[in-house]
């Protein structure tokens, strides 16, 4: 049996009829930027979100640093993030001309350790970017909290956790601004880069608008300068058809987690947690294993296609030597960076290939 990490032509083969009209709706209509698609998107995934606002723009990476641009953080300023992440969450914060502070993770979540937070914050942080990483929520509720007693800002990266909530609340709607990229391979993917930024502050939604649209207040009159960064109509109208089918897909990418960690239990591995205040949406499924490398190569013998999400933390990579961070600045990070192991999971994967996954990692470990 051959099991990729995650197979889109399945995916596409479900809902083609679907996809290849509204496609064709849009070279019909001969409008491809900036259009009605773009508009009752935006207006579909800010009321599915549970915000006033959102602006379409190229991709989840603009988000972040339209995002950060928006809120007027630049040279001089800090921002407290994580380093177990997409480099992107990073590199919006240094394209500002700001210095990302990393804090440890919390080992059950790998998001951002809240009780690490505070003991980072300087006279010159203005802002905490947590993520939600593989789909579960970073810990909110303190998060606002310290951000409110410290007058910092709320970004949340949400790229990888389209629908998941936290205490019943969609995460993306919770801080100032949250940010959705739209890469194929996420719970709603385009066909191609896309992203999208939301707030319920009507001033921000603005100025962001402006900022992905060359600083223009109308066209050819440019207030300030800004970045072409737009969510074209094509990949709009793609995305609307994909969103009423994402909690049905959710919910399905649940329920294969459920079965992982049913069949994998006492297993020796350890397997992802979903914490009472979350509901996780399982971008990914990642096991963490010391023998990591040994699964890995194992599977593969077995025709099992697996990632690691993220082999080297932020904070260690060449491009951020300059910060000076070094090796066990951010153990638990460190550690889950060199442990974890993420499982095909995708809408369509059966639940045949499932169990072909787990016992293969059983023998594996068993050995």
């Known amino acids: 049996m051959m099991i990729p990490f995650i197979d889109l032509k399945r995916e596409h083969a479900e809902i083609s009829e679907e996809i290849n009209h509204a496609i064709q709706g849009v070279l019909k209509s001969g409008w491809f930027i900036l259009g009605e698609q773009v508009k009752g998107f935006e207006e579909e995934f800010s009321r599915y979100i549970g915000t006033k606002y959102a602006t379409g723009v190229n991709s989840g990476s603009d988000a ?14 800090e921002v407290i993030t994580v380093s177990h992440t997409f480099v992107s969450t990073a590199d919006a914060i240094v394209r500002n001309g700001a210095k990302p502070v990393f804090v440890d993770i919390d080992a059950d979540t790998y998001c951002i350790d809240v009780a690490k937070i ?29 951000a409110r007693r410290h007058r910092l800002f709320v970004i949340e990266d949400a790229c990888q956790a389209h629908g998941a909530e936290y205490k019943g609340k969609k995460v993306g709607s919770i801080g ?11 719970n709603l993917g385009a066909y191609g880069d896309g992203g999208v930024v939301l707030t319920n502050d009507q001033a921000l939604a603005t100025k962001l608008r402006m900022l992905g649209n060359c600083g223009q207040s109308q066209k050819y009159y440019h207030d300030f300068v800004g970045v072409n960064s737009r969510l074209d109509e094509i990949q709009a109208a793609i995305l609307r058809v994909k969103l009423h089918h994402l909690e049905e897909w959710n919910e399905r990418r649940r329920e294969i987690a459920r079965f992982y960690d049913e069949l994998l239990r006492d297993s020796g591995i ?88 787990a016992q293969s990692l059983r023998e594996v470990v068993s050995r």
């Open 270 to 357: 350890a397997l992802p947690l979903e914490k009472d205040y979350a509901k996780h949406v399982y971008h990914l499924y990642v096991i963490r294993h010391k023998n990591r490398e040994k699964l890995q190569k194992r599977l593969l013998d077995d025709g099992i296609q697996t990632l690691i999400h993220y082999p080297i933390p932020v904070h260690l990579q060449r491009a951020y030597r300059t910060l000076g961070y070094g090796k066990g600045d951010l153990p638990v990070t460190e550690k889950c960076a060199g442990e974890v192991l993420s499982l095909p999971i995708f809408t369509e994967l059966k639940n045949e290939e499932v169990e072909y996954v």
């Open 176 to 186: 100032d601004i949250g940010c959705f990229s739209f890469y194929p391979v996420k």
């Open 118 to 146: 505070e003991e980072r914050i300087t006279k010159r942080t203005r802002a905490l970017l947590p993520v939600h990483l593989y789909g579960h929520p970073a810990d909110m509720e303190p998060i606002t909290d310290i």
């Open 64 to 77: 972040l640093y339209l995002a950060l641009q928006a809120l007027g953080i630049g040279k001089g300023d």
